[in-house]
């Protein structure tokens, strides 16, 4: 049963830093592609960090300088490393990965910028 798990959300200043976390159990991590994405209410939920399995990287424009998707094997995570944040950062973060043709998504975890 392979399960995704996020943390690490919360309130933070402008300009603050947060790192989340995703831990996935019920397969490995470093055999997929995995991503990050966010929402906000009422509006398209976008990608804001890819990884492949290769290690190859992705970042929209948006957040690219600010924002930093990495994993670790060993513990089988999957980390998002957000500095500079802005108000409009603020949305609800999800991880994802892919496995067997099948998307897999966290339960997520928000995020609030404050001004």
């Known amino acids: 049963q392979v399960q995704l798990v996020e943390s690490g959300g919360g309130l933070v200043q402008t300009g603050g830093s947060l790192r989340l976390s995703c831990a996935v159990s019920?397969?490995?991590?470093?055999?997929?592609?995995m991503a990050w994405y966010r929402q906000i209410p009422g509006k398209q939920r976008e990608a804001v960090a890819s990884?492949?399995?290769?290690?190859?990287?992705n970042y929209p424009d948006n957040v690219k300088g600010r924002f930093t998707i990495s994993t670790d094997n060993a513990k089988n995570t999957m980390y998002l490393q957000m500095n500079s944040l802005k108000p409009e950062d603020t949305a609800v973060y999800y991880c994802?990965?892919?496995?067997?043709?099948?998307?897999?998504w966290g339960q997520g975890t928000q995020v609030t910028v404050s001004s």
């Open positions: 990884i492949t399995s290769g290690g190859y990287t």
């Open positions: 994802s990965g892919f496995w067997r043709g099948q998307v897999y």
């Open positions: 019920g397969t490995f991590l470093s055999a997929n592609a």
